[in-house]
């Protein structure tokens, strides 16, 4: 039996969070989440995801910063990191890959296809 992928949600806003974890744990993924980019470097060692969902704009260090530094730690690097933002102008999206995120995804989510373009990013296969 396959061991259920692990994602980490990194985001401020405790709303979103919620509907992303029952989202994909309704859909047989492991999810925890962190409020902020402590919160997070605490928990990547100890739970060891196989995706970020990263929000670009928190408090403190921004989910882009948080990002450059996860790909500049060889410890870190081989984790996908994909932007979960509400950005939606024109360039956003190059701009966050350019800054080391591994693919985007847009909010608000669209509950019902939201787990299989992750599993999708997981899996490395494009829709």
């Known amino acids: 039996m396959t061991a259920a992928p692990r994602v980490l949600v990194v985001d401020d806003n405790a709303l979103n969070v919620e509907l992303v974890a029952f989202v994909l744990d309704a859909d047989g993924f492991t999810v925890a989440?962190?409020?902020?980019?402590?919160d997070a470097l605490r928990q990547i060692p100890l739970f060891r995801p196989e995706l970020i969902l990263m929000d670009i704009q928190m408090p403190d260090v921004d989910g882009l910063e948080l990002t450059r530094r996860l790909k500049a730690d060889p410890a870190t690097r081989h984790i996908l990191i994909v932007a979960f933002t509400a950005?939606?102008?024109?360039?956003?999206?190059?701009?966050?890959?350019?800054?080391?995120?591994?693919?985007?995804?847009?909010?608000?989510?669209?509950?019902?296809?939201?787990?299989?373009?992750?599993?999708?990013?997981?899996?490395?296969?494009?829709e």
Request: include cysteine; charged fraction near 25%; glycine fraction near 14%.
């Open 87 to 126: 950005y939606a102008m024109k360039g956003d999206e190059a701009r966050l890959l350019a800054g080391g995120c591994d693919g985007y995804l847009s909010k608000p989510i669209d509950v019902a296809s939201f787990a299989t373009k992750v599993r999708h990013i997981i899996t490395g296969r494009t």
């Open 33 to 38: 989440s962190a409020t902020d980019a402590g």
